[in-house]
């Protein structure tokens, strides 16, 4: 996979979970940028319920596999970790399958490219995934 695929997320987005028990969705923005001078995407996420982290992902060649595509993440509870990545065909694909922490995500990018509709999911038996929470993304710039 080529990193310019990813170059319809480059922009500002807002951002609402669905979280279940919250009556209200979660709010939140995010940005896609290129690196200045290239190579590798940084995504920049802010949430406004104190519940949810904020952080930094970067997004590139996978170190000794650059045909693999990585999400560095990076939050402000200390927390960092790898996700596999992809943007195919309009749709966003994000996954980790670890034994500490094994989560999905799939979300579909409208045909105009303002939306991003999507789901998590997580693993926590190592064998049965189920819904996490759902999200929508809508492009500001």
Not at 65 to 88: C, K, L, N
Not at 99 to 127: L, N, V
Request: hydrophobic share 35%; proline share 4%; glycine share 12%.
């Amino acid at each position: 996979m080529r990193l310019d695929a990813f170059e319809p997320l480059i922009g500002d987005w807002t951002i609402e979970i669905e979280w279940p028990g919250q009556d209200e969705p979660i709010r939140g923005a995010t940005s896609y940028a290129w690196l200045e001078g290239g190579g590798y995407v940084v995504q920049r996420s802010t949430m406004e319920h104190p519940d949810f982290p904020n952080a930094i992902m970067v997004i590139g060649p996978a170190v000794g596999d650059r045909e693999r595509i990585v999400q560095h993440y990076f939050d402000s509870r200390g927390i960092a970790r790898i996700y596999d990545i992809s943007f195919d065909d309009g749709v966003l694909g994000i996954s980790r399958d670890d034994a500490d922490f094994a989560q999905r995500y799939r979300g579909r990018i409208s045909d105009d490219g303002q939306t991003i509709t999507g789901a998590w999911e997580i693993c926590e038996d190592g064998a049965t995934w189920r819904h996490d929470f759902a999200g929508t993304y809508t492009k500001v710039a």
